[in-house]
């Protein structure tokens, strides 16, 4: 192969190497500075996130190790921070605790195999080129899910902010149940702490926003633990955290297990494409960056893929440290490169601190992560605007309060797609006529203003694609306006029309045969010809003619009206057209 063939093939394979141009003396201080940013802000998130997926807190910091920078080297995006996050945490608990006791070597083992599965089906899915997957699941479904899984999230974390005890509940209304019973036996010390902690992490949020509130907080409530602790008060510590280097692991490759947890993972899999690719671009719209789905897809497998053979748990896109990073002024994603490492050298130098971190400190903090999920903004709109969009979110949200939420997950996207596909498939079919008040006689629909429209020739317009699951839409439309106005020529404004598959290729043709049986002519008009290529490579536009395809409204018409009943028009006092003035 030529030198300069496997140079142009290179950048494909190693995404980075596009970026690596625009690498300087002052881009690498931005990214530094970002990068340091970075670090100290995952600090807490990575405690708190491997809490909520029911691992040792230390697995969250080796995911905010690892995940970030195999996802920022073969990503597209150049701000996206991928590490652990809340949803995919609570979904890897959800299906994990569910197999194995919560915190043991096998729980380990299932959630770095499920990472690994997670992996391998999303490197397939960007290999496969089925990036744009990602469009047809709305942020609604996100939404409901996001808002579901945080009140799961607060709702695992009180036992811990009030002190209880608690048995491992089958369901979040049997857990309320529990917790309701155990009110009586609140660890007031624990309660105090936690209280604390989440009114210092609020104020410094409030009047401070750019100081690490979470940060903060821990310290203050920790400060506060010990003092409670010496006074004879009982809290419950994290314990020992060894401080090291993400140590080599390896996932479960037996077949029976594999088959499994396939479908847990693929859920985690999707959740995690999701929610990656809708920051990206949400990030992408501020930065003017153009963002491969295709690719983000590559970089979100091959970073868990990774992760799972150095003790990393799922990842995705983090929303707060990727606004965070953009903000910090990061320029290339070595910003996150430098957060990963910067990260490494803080916990060795800090891991013996984190044993004096209180539990319910600690729950204080995944509290406020947990509401800062839910998108009360959003919900009201999509709530007041659409009522298809609210069965979907109320769907979601409920589903992941009472049901598995790797089916919630399924179910969510499941009625995205069915509402999808049943708007794709009920195009709009609207009457126009001219209108006579306007400058240039605009061709306006008759449902907005009553005109006058003429007896021999309907003009419709056609807003959507013609495919196998519109056509019977189509032609039942088409149908009832003959029912109530018998008229023999149909023009088909086809502006609107992106698409036509075969079958919808075959019903025209039936339906051309219709009219001229009838006496009269289906025709079109303003077709585009990248919705002519099937009609034209099957052989479908001949069979139609030629001549009954028009570049514009008016050519239509023209031509049409010398095929129309002149007896007809001698007698009408419609006149619409500007050929009926030479009748």
């Not at 930065?287 to 970089?299: H, R, V």
């Amino acid at each position: 192969m030529p030198t300069k063939s496997i140079t142009g093939l290179l950048p494909l394979v190693f995404p980075f190497l596009r970026w690596r141009k625009d690498i300087n003396r002052r881009s690498l201080k931005s990214d530094l500075a970002a990068g340091t940013t970075g670090a100290i802000i995952v600090l807490p998130q990575g405690l708190t996130f491997a809490m909520i997926a029911g691992l040792p807190p230390i697995y969250g910091l080796y995911t905010a190790m690892i995940t970030p920078i195999v996802a920022a080297l073969f990503g597209s995006s150049k701000h996206l921070v991928s590490g652990p996050n809340t949803p995919i945490s609570l979904l890897i608990f959800s299906v994990v605790s569910q197999m194995a006791a919560v915190g043991s070597d096998s729980y380990i083992q299932l959630a770095l195999t499920i990472t690994f599965l997670a992996g391998i089906f999303q490197l397939a899915l960007g290999i496969g080129r089925m990036g744009t997957l990602a469009n047809f699941v709305s942020q609604v479904v996100l939404t409901g899910f996001t808002a579901g899984a945080a009140i799961l999230i607060i709702e695992s974390q009180l036992k811990n902010l009030l002190g209880i005890t608690l048995p491992k509940a089958d369901s979040f209304l049997h857990s309320l149940a529990d917790l309701s019973g155990h009110l009586a036996s609140v660890n007031l010390y624990a309660l105090g702490t936690g209280l604390f902690t989440l009114a210092v992490a609020i104020i410094i949020k409030k009047w401070l926003p750019r100081w690490p509130n979470m940060i903060i907080a821990l310290v203050a409530g920790s400060v506060l633990a010990q003092i409670l602790i010496a006074k004879g008060g009982v809290i419950q510590l994290i314990g020992p955290v060894k401080g090291s280097l993400p140590p080599p692991s390896l996932p479960d490759f037996q077949f029976a297990n594999l088959a499994l947890l396939a479908p847990k993972a693929f859920a985690v899999a999707i959740l995690g494409l999701i929610q990656s690719i809708g920051i990206a671009r949400s990030i992408a719209i501020k930065s003017n960056q153009q963002i491969d789905p295709n690719q983000e897809f590559i970089g979100q497998g091959l970073s868990n893929i990774v992760g799972s053979f150095f003790s990393s748990y799922a990842g995705a896109g983090s929303f707060t440290r990727s606004g965070l990073n953009y903000e910090s002024g990061a320029k290339t994603p070595l910003a996150v490169i430098f957060a990963s490492l910067l990260l490494m050298v803080i916990v060795l130098l800090i891991a013996p601190l984190i044993a004096y971190l209180p539990m319910p400190a600690m729950a204080a903090v995944i509290v406020l992560v947990g509401y800062s999920l839910i998108d009360f903004r959003f919900s009201r709109t999509v709530l007041k605007a659409s009522k298809r969009q609210s069965t979907v979110l109320l769907i979601t949200f409920f589903s992941t309060l009472f049901l598995d939420l790797e089916y919630a997950v399924y179910i969510g996207v499941l009625f995205s797609l069915v509402f999808y596909l049943q708007r794709t498939s009920q195009p709009n079919v609207a009457v126009m006529a001219p209108d006579p008040a306007t400058p240039n006689r605009t061709f306006t629909y008759v449902v907005r203003k009553q005109l006058p429209e003429c007896p021999q020739l309907k003009v419709v317009r056609i807003d959507g694609s013609i495919f196998f699951g519109s056509i019977h839409h189509i032609a039942a439309e088409i149908r009832q306006l003959e029912e109530e106005d018998d008229f023999k020529h149909l023009l088909v404004v086809a502006t609107g029309i992106n698409f036509i598959d075969v079958p919808g290729s075959e019903w025209l043709v039936q339906e051309f045969k219709y009219w001229q049986e009838k006496g009269g002519g289906l025709y079109f008009s303003g077709l585009k010809l990248n919705a002519q290529d099937i009609l034209i490579k099957g052989g479908f536009k001949s069979a139609i003619g030629e001549g009954h395809f028009y570049t514009s409204k008016e050519e239509a018409i023209a031509d049409i009206f010398q095929k129309m009943d002149p007896a007809i028009c001698q007698s009408c006092t419609k006149r619409i057209f500007l050929e009926c003035g030479g009748v």
